[in-house]
């Protein structure tokens, strides 16, 4: 993590992340944003190919191993913003999120894109989180 105290960055090591320069997360504050996530293992290996539903778990399984760095939850998760290589998954990637947020549902909006970074690659999800604590931990 780098930054001064109100600014915390987390990289999870995706290739892409050195590439174009980014962090997987960033808390300021109470606010985690996590940035562009998707259906990617540790090692870097997409999960799901071809299968919507599973790649938007893993996606949002990324997104909650982010969070956690930062002392946060999925419950924390105030917005998302999904996109999508086919509308036509709507109900599928829907159907993991409403799983995984159904009881606190955060703000989203869902946008068909021309293509991600991979063709193999259905969903990419961003989350943004407040925390309710101003938690400082380096984990």
């Known amino acids: 993590m780098t930054g001064d105290r109100n600014r915390r960055n987390w990289a999870s090591g995706?290739?892409?992340e050195a590439i174009a320069g980014y962090s997987r997360a960033v808390k300021f504050g109470r606010f985690i944003f996590v940035a562009g996530?998707?259906?990617?293992?540790?090692?870097?290996?997409?999960?799901?190919?071809?299968?919507?539903?599973?790649?938007?778990?893993?996606?949002?399984?990324n997104i909650e191993r982010a969070?956690?760095?930062?002392?946060?939850?999925?419950?924390?998760?105030?917005?998302?913003?999904?996109?999508?290589?086919n509308i036509g998954d709507?109900?599928?990637?829907?159907?993991?999120?409403?799983e995984a947020f159904g009881g606190n549902p955060p703000a989203t909006a869902m946008v068909?894109?021309?293509r991600l970074v991979d063709p193999r690659m259905l969903v990419e999800i961003e989350a943004d989180a407040m925390i309710r604590t101003d938690y400082d931990g380096d984990n």
Do not use: M
């Open 67 to 85: 969070l956690k760095q930062f002392g946060a939850e999925r419950n924390d998760v105030v917005r998302t913003r999904i996109y999508v290589t």
């Open 37 to 61: 996530t998707t259906a990617t293992d540790p090692s870097g290996e997409i999960v799901g190919e071809g299968d919507a539903y599973a790649q938007a778990k893993q996606t949002i399984a």
């Open 90 to 98: 709507w109900e599928a990637i829907a159907r993991a999120h409403q």
């Open 112 to 114: 068909e894109v021309s």
């Open 14 to 16: 995706a290739p892409w």
